[in-house]
């Protein structure tokens, strides 16, 4: 499979320096999987940017079994690379979740100011393609709170599918949550439209098993 | 891989102190073969049970990848922390399946767990790769679970090999873990 594809990613290195450490773990997936990327800075080689006709960077060219593709912004173009296979799973999890805390790290907003936080993440979230987005529940001294919202990727698996199943953007309010809380959390999808539900709803929380389950579930492991 | 890169490898063992703590920087490139290629090393080391704490990489790829480079994976227990983030899984006799990789506290629990029933003196730790810890968790509490980690090799008489890659540790990460380890030995180059 990976030696049928061809992959270009196309950045400025004077404005996006550090997209490559962003995207790091992708990469390094890539090449695990043979599938080699060359990396192109438009800053230092403008010709091949111009021949292959990227208009805006960060964009990734992808070529399988003849056909081209172009993704202006380079997250969604490196998933339909890292989608199909456990570890490409993982990977593009660990990718959102990283997305996630980047973004929420750089709002410019008071943490707990629940009506500004929601209006600012309304904005970054339409332009990931996530519309509806409401804080239903906003308890940062509890490192708590609860999310609805629809996405477009959503709406094309309507009703298919039987147990929540959003992972991607579960990953991505992780990360937002956990900058935003200060605080390390995990998310859980509750219900997805996907069931049937008007909107997906998840659940942000600090997740952890009590110590005392971790240590029965090992002792079950040696008896 | 470089002749330089397997003598590294090879004398790294050497002349360390009766329970020691290795950190192996290893370039993205390279990684899956270095990182084999160390744990081929010390795992041939008579006795030598491990407990292998893997970050990013699911315990059953883990476990073909391991056995494909010829590695006896009868040697190790995992601790599998990124699984689960994708659903469930059933623990089995050679894997635990922690909810996520911000669990620390839980990650610690089971270091201490396991490495107290495992049945041998040459006991090992392995932590893959230290900068996913970064990527779940902020800076300070990754900072206290080094320091917890350190503590426990100690406590419970283990030798212990960090992984981590080139790129993912910037300057301050890479200053503090070299704090805590006895050696970095890097293959990077």
Redesign the interface.
């Known amino acids: 499979m990976s030696d049928e594809i061809e992959v270009k990613l196309f950045y400025s290195g004077k404005r996006e320096s550090n997209i490559l450490k962003q995207y790091e773990e992708g990469f390094n997936y890539l090449h695990e999987v043979n599938m080699n990327i060359q990396i192109i800075d438009v800053d230092k080689n403008p010709e091949e940017a111009e021949y292959f006709k990227i208009i805006a960077t960060p964009a990734l060219w992808i070529k399988t079994s003849g056909q081209n593709q172009k993704f202006f912004g380079l997250a969604e173009g490196l998933k339909q690379l890292l989608v199909n296979e456990l570890q490409g799973k993982i990977t593009l999890n660990m990718l959102e979740f990283k997305d996630g805390r980047l973004l929420a790290k750089n709002l410019q907003v008071e943490k707990s100011n629940r009506d500004e936080v929601e209006k600012l993440l309304q904005e970054k979230m339409e332009s990931k393609g996530i519309y509806k987005f409401e804080l239903e529940i906003y308890r940062p001294d509890e490192a708590y709170a609860e999310v609805s919202l629809i996405s477009d990727k959503t709406i094309e698996e309507y009703g298919k599918i039987k147990k929540p199943d959003c992972l991607r953007i579960t990953a991505f309010l992780s990360g937002i949550f956990t900058e935003l809380f200060d605080k390390e959390v995990a998310g859980d999808e509750v219900h997805c439209k996907m069931q049937g539900n008007e909107k997906c709803l998840f659940r942000i929380m600090e997740k952890k098993e009590s110590e005392e389950k971790t240590r029965e579930r090992i002792r079950k492991m040696f008896k | 891989m470089k002749t330089e890169d397997i003598e590294k490898i090879t004398t790294a063992f050497k002349d360390l102190p009766e329970h020691w703590l290795l950190l192996f920087v290893i370039n993205?490139?390279d990684?899956?073969e270095k990182n084999m290629a160390v744990l081929n090393e010390v795992l041939n080391q008579e006795d030598t049970v491990g407990v292998y704490v893997t970050l990013?990489?699911?315990y059953?790829?883990l476990t073909k990848i391991l056995e494909k480079n010829n590695i006896n994976t009868d040697k190790l227990?995992f601790i599998d922390c990124?699984?689960k983030?994708?659903g469930l899984e059933k623990?089995?006799?050679?894997c635990?399946f922690?909810?996520?990789p911000?669990?620390?506290?839980?990650i610690t629990?089971?270091i201490d767990?396991?490495s107290s029933?495992i049945p041998s003196k040459n006991k090992l730790l392995l932590v893959d790769p230290m900068g996913?810890l970064l990527?779940?968790?902020?800076a300070e509490?990754v900072s206290k679970f080094l320091h917890i980690l350190t503590g426990k090799i100690r406590v419970l008489n283990l030798n212990g090999v960090l992984f981590a890659?080139e790129?993912?540790l910037d300057l301050e990460f890479a200053n503090q873990l070299e704090q805590f380890v006895d050696k970095t030995v890097d293959l990077s180059k």
Not at chain 2, 91 to 94: A, G, Q
Not at chain 2, 135 to 138: C, K, L, M, T
């Open positions: 993205a490139e990684y899956l990013n990489r699911p059953s790829l227990f990124i699984t983030t994708l623990d089995n006799k050679k635990l922690l909810e996520n911000q669990n620390l506290t839980n629990i089971a767990e396991i029933v996913t990527i779940y968790n902020r509490t890659t790129k993912e």
